[in-house]
């Protein structure tokens, strides 16, 4: 009776660490589409100072930053690092601040957007950077 007792006990001290351990993680779609979407806006970011070095410091004309920023995105990750995995399939979720189309810095920098909101990249302080001036529409309508 004892042994049935602790083996009863063995296993809802197992099942219970499993509920605890297990749960926080069950629901990680959401968040692995948070990722790759922080992913990708660092590589549009990167893409975008590449694009940047070679021609005289400038970003591109706002209304082809992605087709010019392709050539800079290596291999398949050209594919998805323009395209927000939490919208829609056909829609790309990000965008392109045209007050820099063509600039080699923005005039007023506090009045860039970022490319990140605090629900995508919470640990990151909404700081103007030289670097990414990528705004992931999807989120910032919802923050």
């Not at 209304?63 to 395209?83: H, M, N, Q, T, V």
């Not at 080699?104 to 957007?113: A, I, M, Q």
Request: net charge positive.
């Amino acid at each position: 009776m004892k042994l049935a007792l602790e083996i009863v006990a063995g296993i809802f001290v197992i099942w219970l660490l499993s509920v605890l351990f297990i749960l926080p993680y069950g629901n990680d779609k959401e968040s692995a589409k948070g990722t790759a979407c922080l992913s990708n806006t660092k590589q549009q970011g990167l893409a975008l100072m590449l694009y940047g070095e070679d021609n005289s410091g400038r970003y591109p004309p706002h209304g082809f930053w992605k087709d010019l920023s392709k050539k800079y995105l290596a291999g398949e990750s050209s594919k998805y690092a323009l395209r927000c995995p939490l919208v829609a399939e056909g829609a790309f979720g990000y965008a392109f601040n045209s007050a820099l189309s063509g600039q080699k810095e923005p005039s007023n920098p506090e009045l860039v957007p970022m490319c990140m909101t605090p629900r995508i990249c919470p640990e990151m302080p909404p700081t103007v950077s030289r670097a990414f001036h990528i705004l992931d529409v999807t989120r910032a309508r919802t923050a």
